[in-house]
C-alpha cells in the first residue's frame, strides 16, 4: 500500500500500537487525490465491530462504521432509527480494533438535519467517544452550511450525495438517482457544494455510472462509490454485503465470498455434535491431573 501513516487518533485501547504502523490521516487520504487524479484507488469497507475491524485493517485506507448497522446488525428495517449511542459505541470498538485506516462514522438520522450548532453536538460528541478522525452525513445542497460550518471547527466531514438511505422516505425507495435530467443535473451541484463546503471526500451511492464518472472529474476531492463506476477515486462496500451474509442483495454488490453458507454448515455441526454427544470431546476437557 502507498499510504503514509502519520497519526493514531485512537482514545483507548487495549494493546499499544504496533509499530511503524501509524493512522492514515485526512490531509493523506486528500492528498491521494492529485491534479482531479488518483493513481491508486481509496479503499473502503464497513465495520462495525472490533473484531472485524482488525481483521480489515491491513487491508482498507478507510473503515465506515456505517449507519446501515441498522439493518446489518440491529435487523431493523431501515437506518431511520439509528441512534447516536448505537453509533458512538460501534464507532468506538472500531477504533480500538484498526491501528491504520481512517475511521469515519456516520451521523444518524435526526442528528444533524436541525442546524450547524445541532450538527455540531452530535459530531464532537461522536468524535470525542469514538476516536475516530471524520464523520459522514447524507446530503448535498441543503447540507452545505452544516458542513463547511463543522469543516471550519476542526470535524472532517465525509458527504455522501445521490442515493441517500436516510431519505428513502422522501426518495419512495433505494432506486439509483439519475434518470431524469433533473436529477442528473442535482447530483452533480451537489457534488460541487460540497466539495465548495470543505467536505474532504465524498460517498457517490446508487448513481448511473456516466454521472459518477463526471461527478469524480468535476472536483477536486475524493469521489468515493457504491453502485456507481469504477472510474471514481476509491469504492465502499458494505463488508456483510461482500462477503454474501445476506440472500439479498443490492445489483452493485459483488460477493467475495459466502459466509452465511459457512455459517450453517458450522452451526448443523455444532448441533449435531451436541445432541449426539461427541462435543465436547477429549481435546475440550479438562480432567485432574495424574
Ligand atoms: O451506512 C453505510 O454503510 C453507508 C455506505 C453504504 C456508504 O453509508
Not at 448497522?69 to 477504533?95: E, F, R
Not at 459457512?262 to 495424574?290: C, H, M, T, W
Request: glycine content about 8%.
Amino acid at each position: 500500500m502507498s499510504t503514509t501513516f502519520t497519526l493514531d487518533t485512537s482514545t483507548s485501547r487495549a494493546n499499544p500500537t504496533p509499530k511503524p504502523l501509524k493512522r492514515l490521516t485526512v490531509p493523506a487520504v486528500q492528498r491521494r487525490k492529485f491534479e482531479g487524479k488518483t493513481e491508486e484507488p481509496l479503499v473502503m469497507l464497513t465495520a462495525y465491530t472490533a473484531r472485524t475491524a482488525q481483521l480489515l485493517d491491513a487491508h482498507c485506507d478507510m473503515l465506515l462504521v456505517g449507519d446501515s448497522l441498522g439493518q446489518v446488525i440491529y435487523g431493523l428495517p431501515s437506518t431511520l432509527p439509528v441512534t447516536l449511542d448505537m453509533m458512538c459505541n460501534h464507532g468506538a470498538a472500531v477504533v480500538r480494533g484498526s491501528y491504520h485506516s481512517l475511521v469515519v462514522v456516520d451521523m444518524p438520522f435526526g442528528s444533524y438535519e436541525k442546524s450547524p450548532e445541532q450538527a455540531f453536538e452530535s459530531a464532537s460528541r461522536i468524535m470525542a467517544e469514538t476516536g475516530c478522525a471524520a464523520v459522514k452525513l447524507e446530503g448535498g445542497q441543503s447540507m452545505a452550511s452544516t458542513i463547511s460550518f463543522l469543516s471550519q471547527r476542526g470535524i472532517p466531514v465525509m458527504a455522501h450525495i445521490g442515493l441517500t438511505p436516510q431519505a428513502v422516505n422522501a426518495l419512495g425507495g433505494y432506486a439509483a438517482r439519475g434518470r431524469t435530467q433533473e436529477e442528473h443535473e442535482k447530483i452533480l451541484a451537489d457534488a460541487t457544494a460540497v466539495a465548495d463546503a470543505g467536505a474532504f471526500a465524498m460517498v457517490a451511492e446508487g448513481v448511473l455510472e456516466p454521472i459518477a464518472i463526471s461527478v469524480t472529474k468535476s472536483v477536486d476531492v475524493p469521489v468515493i462509490g457504491i453502485g456507481a463506476s469504477a472510474q471514481c477515486d476509491g469504492q465502499v462496500l458494505v463488508t456483510e454485503d461482500m462477503l454474501g451474509m445476506f440472500e439479498r442483495t443490492a445489483r452493485f454488490v459483488k460477493r467475495y465470498h459466502n459466509i452465511s453458507e459457512n455459517i450453517e454448515q458450522a452451526a448443523e455441526s455444532y448441533a449435531e455434535e451436541v445432541r449426539n454427544r461427541s462435543f465436547p470431546g477429549p481435546d475440550q476437557l479438562y480432567q485432574p491431573k495424574k
